[in-house]
């Protein structure tokens, strides 16, 4: 219809172009006579004078131009929405005004943390709800429509998950998951530790600065996540003592740009960790090429860290570095972590699921699988894996423990990047037995 205007956007670049607006061009180009004149672009279809519709990815830069767009009518369109920032659900009330504009939001139900999920509680949105028995595919069990979900993968999930699951419930119901006491980290460890940092620094953080000067360089560590090939955001954490600070995206995605900035905070007195998997082992080979320690984080690695108990062992480095995050944030601590206060970093704890795999090991939800839930990567939790493996922290409960000469070359041998004879975070007598 002329003067209209439709705008889409979704977190990532990939997720607008190769998802979303890969639909709309193949059902665009396929149609007989064609609907438009103009040449389908890869974002963008013109089909005249204020009437076309565009695609962009919802990251802060484009706040603006998503509120830019004026018409008689306007679609405005968030997929994914469980990953798509805060500002762009506030933007609604500034763009969606005239009596014909509409605001839809579609994504996958996750827990109770997300806009999206506020948009099912409120009474401004009207909520539909589609769940995989609502498809074709599986009604009819048959593939109707390729690519949906069938009737045979539904029965998989029944059986390999259980209908009383987290993602039973979200992937093939598609109900929101509220009980987030369940998974790995429960809601409210994440919720207090934010009140904490809170309460010790201000919403702003103006306490922060003052507490870090006053912290030896030995308790400082910057960790840094490196995105792949401008997918996703490169971001930067630091840990002090039982602080994290507030996470930064880091925009500049060279190589030595990256290297850099982990050079200015080791000369601020912060050791450095970074994700060496892909782009990641670049940043850490110029750093150490200038001169600077720079530690290099492998998720997939195996590892021989137990948890603090001493009777865990885990599948592989990220399953031993999540679990850090968890005994972390458990409030009986003596000092729990203290988090500054970020949406996407609960979201990337919340839900995460874990299991047992071969020799009992701990088997953290795989990353592939996280960003299918999450439609991102979650980088924030990923930093802050990173943060927790990285401190020095030894898996020994008490301050004096007594354990055999294997036990300290094994652990002595885990933790070489931090370990120190008069570290007073590591205190050992080494037994005969």
Not at 406 to 411: S, T
Request: aromatic content about 10%.
């Amino acid at each position: 219809m002329p003067d209209s205007i439709c705008v889409t956007t979704a977190p990532t670049e990939n997720q607008v172009a190769n998802i979303l607006w890969r639909d709309i061009r193949s059902i665009a180009s396929n149609c007989r006579p064609p609907l438009y004149d103009n040449p389908i672009l890869t974002t963008k279809i013109d089909a005249g004078e204020k009437w076309y519709a565009v695609g962009f990815t919802a990251n802060e830069s484009n706040v603006e131009a998503f509120q830019g767009f004026h018409s008689r009518r306007t679609l405005y369109i968030i997929d994914e929405g469980n990953g798509v920032n805060k500002t762009f659900f506030d933007a609604r009330h500034k763009i969606a005004h005239n009596p014909d504009d509409r605001f839809l939001v579609i994504g996958n139900p996750r827990g109770p943390e997300s806009e999206f999920y506020r948009c099912f509680q409120s009474s401004a949105f009207n909520q539909i709800t589609i769940s995989a028995f609502d498809t074709p595919n599986v009604q009819q069990d048959r593939i109707v429509i390729p690519g949906l979900i069938t009737l045979d993968t539904v029965n998989k999930w029944r059986e390999e998950w259980g209908e009383e699951s987290m993602e039973w419930k979200t992937r093939v119901l598609a109900e929101f998951w509220e009980d987030s006491s369940a998974g790995l980290i429960p809601m409210s460890w994440i919720d207090q530790s934010f009140a904490r940092y809170v309460q010790r620094f201000g919403r702003n953080s103006e306490g922060f600065d003052e507490f870090e000067s006053g912290i030896d360089s030995r308790y400082k560590l910057h960790a840094t996540d490196v995105s792949t090939e401008g997918r996703d955001e490169t971001i930067c954490g630091r840990r002090v003592a039982n602080v994290i600070s507030r996470m930064e995206p880091f925009h500049d995605s060279s190589t030595t740009a990256i290297a850099h900035h982990v050079e200015v905070q080791y000369n601020r007195g912060y050791k450095g960790i970074v994700d060496a998997i892909g782009v990641g082992s670049g940043v850490v080979s110029t750093a150490r090429d200038d001169g600077y320690a720079c530690r290099a984080y492998k998720g997939s690695e195996a590892t021989e860290m137990r948890d603090k108990t001493g009777q865990n062992t885990f599948a592989n480095t990220r399953s031993y570095a999540y679990w850090l995050i968890r005994e972390a944030l458990d409030p009986r601590n003596s000092e729990p972590l203290d988090m500054c206060p970020d949406p996407k970093l609960k979201e990337d704890l919340v839900g995460l699921s874990y299991r047992e795999v071969a020799h009992g090991k701990i088997q953290i939800e795989t990353k592939a699988d996280v960003v299918k839930r999450l439609g991102r990567s979650p980088d924030r939790g990923d930093t802050l894996a990173m943060l927790c493996y990285g401190y020095p922290r030894f898996v020994i409960p008490e301050p004096v423990v007594d354990v055999s000469p294997n036990d300290y070359g094994r652990i002595k041998k885990a933790n070489k990047d931090n370990f120190a004879e008069n570290n007073p975070l590591l205190r050992f007598y080494v037994s005969n037995n």
